[in-house]
């Protein structure tokens, strides 16, 4: 895991660190030392913690204009002992509403597993009647990820599933990439 670094090919067009609206905004990474891992794994020095034991993220673009933003997760999501929604809901995505972000497109491929549980939905919910016309979609989410969180009802307030499994964003703009994938959602949204 320590080889797996957050998408780079962006950070001519936005660094989360030197943006004053972010949460990243002056956070420090290290470019030589690990010192955050996922159970006894260390991961690369570049993601960025969001106050999770098991569940990293970069902030790979924000664009304020057009109120979205691009996230890469690498980890365990797992609301049943770490309430992840619940973290990074609080420690992320409320400063990012309040600064006009209201769609979100969330990079899991390396999601490595998700541990559900049925009182963490709320936090979905949240998010997501605190978007207004905003949406969140994730990306690229391993077949049994995204079976355990439909079976636990996540789809219900995230847009995922077979059409987003295969999405190849690294060769796209972020413009692009939101383009694509809004014209997807108000498609599957009936907008």
Not at 29 to 50: A, C, G, K, R, V
Request: net charge negative; hydrophobic share 40%.
């Amino acid at each position: 895991m320590h080889t797996l670094e957050p998408y780079y090919n962006w950070r001519h067009l936005y660094i989360a660190a030197e943006d004053p609206q972010s949460p990243f905004f002056e956070y420090q990474n290290s470019e030589i030392h690990f010192t955050d891992q996922i159970y006894n794994f260390l991961i690369h020095p570049q993601w960025d913690s969001m106050e999770s034991e098991t569940l990293f993220l970069k902030v790979l673009y924000a664009d304020y204009n057009l109120g979205f933003a691009v996230i890469e997760f690498i980890g365990e999501w797992n609301d049943l002992l770490n309430n992840n929604i619940m973290t990074l809901k609080r420690n992320i995505i409320e400063l990012m509403i309040a600064e006009g972000i209201n769609k979100y497109i969330l990079i899991c491929e390396n999601v490595l597993n998700f541990h559900g549980d049925l009182e963490a939905d709320d936090y979905y919910e949240e998010w997501q009647d605190e978007l207004e016309e905003g949406w969140i979609v994730m990306l690229n989410l391993q077949d049994h990820v995204l079976s355990e969180m439909s079976r636990f009802g996540v789809d219900r307030y995230l847009v995922m599933g077979v059409k987003l499994n295969d999405v190849s964003w690294r060769t796209r703009h972020p413009k692009q990439l939101f383009e694509a994938i809004d014209k997807v959602v108000t498609r599957r949204l009936g907008g």
